[in-house]
Nanobody, 115 residues
Framework: VQLQASGGGLVQPGGSLRLSCVAP????????MGWYRQAPGKQRELVAV???????TYADSVKGRFTISRDNAKNAVYLQMNSLEPGDTAVYYC??????????WGQGTLVTVSS
């Protein structure tokens, strides 16, 4: 596994979680990194991506609730998730570099939002 994701778990609606992903330098350095998710019975979808300069893009469904960030010194990318909703329940995957049709995927971390 090239990318190591962590931080998933069970959280109540309205709660928060922070996902972390560490990647080797040849994947991380100078490249776009992203978080994707796949809910049961659904296709994998973009959550957020961040360029090496810190430019971010979010899915409409998470705008204003999730924040993607990166620490270039640690080869790490993070996803802070606030105001979680049951619809956010999914396996979350870290990806890089670049487009999801290429690059590497982490092993996934399960986020369950339930009361």
């Amino acid at each position: 596994v090239q990318l190591q994701a962590s931080g998933g778990g069970l959280v109540q609606p309205g709660g928060s979680l922070r996902l972390s992903c560490v990647a080797p330098g040849y994947i991380f350095s100078g490249n776009v990194m992203g978080w994707y998710r796949q809910a049961p019975g659904k296709q994998r979808e973009l959550v957020a991506v961040i360029s090496s300069y810190g430019t971010t893009t979010y899915a409409d469904s998470v705008k204003g609730r999730f924040t993607i960030s990166r620490d270039n010194a640690k080869n790490a990318v993070y996803l802070q998730m606030n105001s979680l909703e049951p619809g956010d329940t999914a396996v979350y995957y870290c990806h890089g570099p670049g487009a999801p049709s290429d690059g590497y995927w982490g092993q996934g971390t399960l986020v369950t939002v339930s009361s």
